[in-house]
């Protein structure tokens, strides 16, 4: 199954976006998790109908963050750290209006994207939802979403490496579900592990290569 429908979907809900870089790096950060919950699903013996949900969630999880667009993303962002943080805390919540209203998907789909920030120690959000009261999809999003924004550039650092990801990842490892992040350890390790890899890479050639085009205009 591919992600046609998806990738349409946000496309759709970026209107709001000013740069293509933002886009660009909205979908590259999406199909990071998207491949990495599918491999993980799999690695925890899941039936195959809930890998290819996870990777539609995967690619979808942070579509709420599109409705705030223009208060979280590019020069119109909101210059006040508080305020900035006070809409990305929002766009779980927002994410199951989009999806209700594009309709065809279901509600334990919605349900893992609205709970993909919530940590395993109670400490997250919107719900401060804890332990196993987190659903299942949800919990295995949270450790692939955390990795993918660790590997990844960003506007205030450089990616850091899959060690270095996976050594933070153990020292907040009470944010997450200690089976799920054992068998993504085994994920990481795993042979297959190039083709996420070479897909990251890609993704840090974006962001480098749009630093370097903006700063010369
Ligand atoms: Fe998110």
Redesign the pocket.
């Known amino acids: 199954m591919d992600l046609e429908r998806e990738i349409e979907l946000i496309k759709r809900a970026s209107a709001d976006m000013q740069d293509e870089q933002d886009i660009v790096a909205f979908l590259d950060h999406g199909t990071i998790v998207s491949m990495l919950v599918e491999r993980l699903a799999r690695e925890l013996g899941e039936p195959e109908e809930f890998c290819q949900e996870l990777k539609v969630a995967g690619m979808l999880?942070?579509i709420?963050?599109l409705r705030v667009a223009s208060n979280i993303y590019g020069r119109g962002a909101d210059s006040l750290h508080v305020s900035r943080m006070r809409y990305v805390r929002m766009?779980?919540m927002l994410g199951i209006d989009i999806l209700r209203e594009a309709g065809n998907y279901s509600e334990e789909l919605i349900s893992y994207i609205a709970n993909?920030?919530e940590n395993y120690d109670g400490t997250g959000y919107p719900n401060h939802l804890e332990g196993e009261e987190i659903p299942y999809g949800a919990r295995i999003l949270r450790i692939c979403?955390s990795f993918a924004a660790l590997v990844s550039n960003r506007s205030y650092r450089a990616a850091f490496s899959v060690d270095a990801a996976v050594d933070m990842m153990i020292h907040d490892v009470r944010n997450f579900d200690m089976r799920i992040f054992l068998a993504f350890l085994s994920v990481v390790h795993s042979d297959g592990f190039g083709e996420v890899e070479r897909v990251i890479a890609r993704a840090r050639r974006h962001t480098q290569f749009e630093r370097r085009k903006s700063e010369t205009t």
Do not use: M
């Open positions: 999880h942070d709420g963050k766009h779980p993909h920030h979403d």
